[in-house]
């Protein structure tokens, strides 16, 4: 199962809105074959675990047991139901990592295999299972994205300096791990302030695969139009309170002023199946993510060395539980988690 959830991981920024999923084909503790969900629109990893098995293993298919990360879909999409696959291959057992929560499944595809006879064991490292596909699970039960914050501070906690001129916190090879959650997310959101004095292109250029959606909160859309926000190169949200338009690649998203912006760009980001956020500024507009509880995980970029004597002072995490850090160079990088209301 374990490794199901490292084929899995390969799959990660190139499969939403799908789950990621692993899945292994196991003969005497033989594996015979692997597979993994690789790209949105294409064979599930069931299939390819399947299809990967090599012609001197056919004939042991009939015998082995499969090992999936998720309960395996019964509906078409755009793909047939792996359950399918499963029961013309006679695969005898199946162990499923956990049970996919997702409507249009939550259970039946388990109770496609069993009335075919196959046995099936679930759930198998239920805990791990369900944190690999956090996005998908909190898409779909929350109705709204995965929303993960992240700043760089000064050791002691400022963001910014008073006249707001850029100051560089993070070391070069921390903004290369920046680009690689970029790569991981959905889409990726600053303010108005941000986008003015940044100028930010909000692509993952120092790390490989796919740029997020980028997203801008602008009111009086103030934004210039040489900005790279809206360069057209990427697929680009502007949530204002002027117009509803699209041009080009850039989609201005109006909100309304009768309530909370934050919550309306999550309802916004639902109904657009995007589902998950990265929110990188400024500092009001992350307080606003807290205050509110829209969010999931913090990550937070501390320069232990640095220091800035008057400046504009970091986001305060409320109900927040550090469960990692790791140090590169002169930054140390500590995430949280959201403790949820009991």
Known sequence: MRRCFELAKQGEGNVAPNPMVGAVLVFNDLIIGEGYHSEFGKEHA?????????????????????????????????????TNSIIEKKIPKVVIGCQDSFLQVDGRGIETLRTAGIEV?????????????????????????????????????????????????????????????????????????????DNPSLTNRLWPGKTPIRLVIDSNLKIQATSYLLDGSVQTIVFNSIKQEQVGATLYFKLSGNKSWVS?????????NIQSLLVEGGANLLQ?????????????????VMEVSEGLKAPILKNAEKYYSEAIEKDLIQYYRRIMAS
């Open 46 to 82: 069931e299939v390819n675990c399947i299809n990967n098995v090599s012609n001197e293993h056919l004939h042991l298919i009939n015998q082995s047991t499969l090992y999936v990360s998720l309960e395996p879909c019964s509906h078409f999409g755009k793909t047939p139901p792996c």
């Open 121 to 197: 064991v679930c759930p198998i490292l239920e805990e791990d299972a369900l944190d690999l596909n956090k996005r998908f699970f909190t898409f779909h039960a929350k109705h709204r994205p995965y929303i993960i914050l992240k700043w760089a501070q000064t050791a002691n906690e400022m963001i910014a300096q008073n006249n707001y001129s850029r100051l560089l916190i993070s070391h070069e090879i921390t903004n290369r791990q920046v680009h690689k959650w970029r790569s991981e997310e959905a889409s990726v959101l600053v303010g108005t302030t941000t986008a003015l004095l």
């Open 264 to 272: 309306q760009i999550s309802e916004a980001l639902y109904q657009m």
């Open 288 to 304: 606003s993510f807290i205050d509110e509880n829209y969010w999931d995980e913090a990550r937070v970029i501390t320069n232990t």
